[in-house]
């Protein structure tokens, strides 16, 4: 099971860090995507089941970094310089362990909840 937290509103310029709660020990591929009002989920990080080989959409590189604490069991999404375009619900995703993460939804098979996130001034 996934559990998201930390979003909340912020101006434009301001910064947030997401964190999802993942109840198991395995060391699961993990995902973070996003789902604009309107608009379909997209995919906006991973991190493969050792914590490395971050990946990133090309709009949030250099703002976003994704990492996970195995101690604690969570994953997080620290996000700087947010945009209003970066406004939606953000999930955080897991599916079997890869060396490799996918930012495509279709391999994830665990889902949070979502957590909301609005980028306004």
């Known amino acids: 099971q996934l559990v998201e937290s930390g979003g909340g509103s912020v101006q434009p310029g301001g910064s947030l860090r997401l964190s999802c709660a993942v109840s198991?020990?395995?060391?699961?591929?993990t995902g973070w995507f996003r789902q604009a009002p309107g608009k379909e989920r997209e995919g906006v990080s991973c991190l493969s089941d050792i914590g490395d080989n971050p990946t990133y959409i090309n709009s949030v590189k250099g703002r976003f970094t994704v990492s996970r604490d195995y101690v604690k069991n969570l994953v997080y999404l620290q996000m700087h310089d947010l945009k209003p375009e970066d406004t939606g619900i953000y999930y955080c995703?897991?599916?079997?362990?890869?060396?490799?993460?996918?930012?495509?939804?279709?391999?994830?098979?665990?889902w949070g909840q979502g957590t909301q996130v609005t980028v306004s001034s």
């Open positions: 995703a897991a599916y079997t362990p890869s060396r490799y993460c996918d930012v495509q939804p279709g391999p994830y098979v665990y």
């Open positions: 198991t020990t395995d060391f699961y591929t």
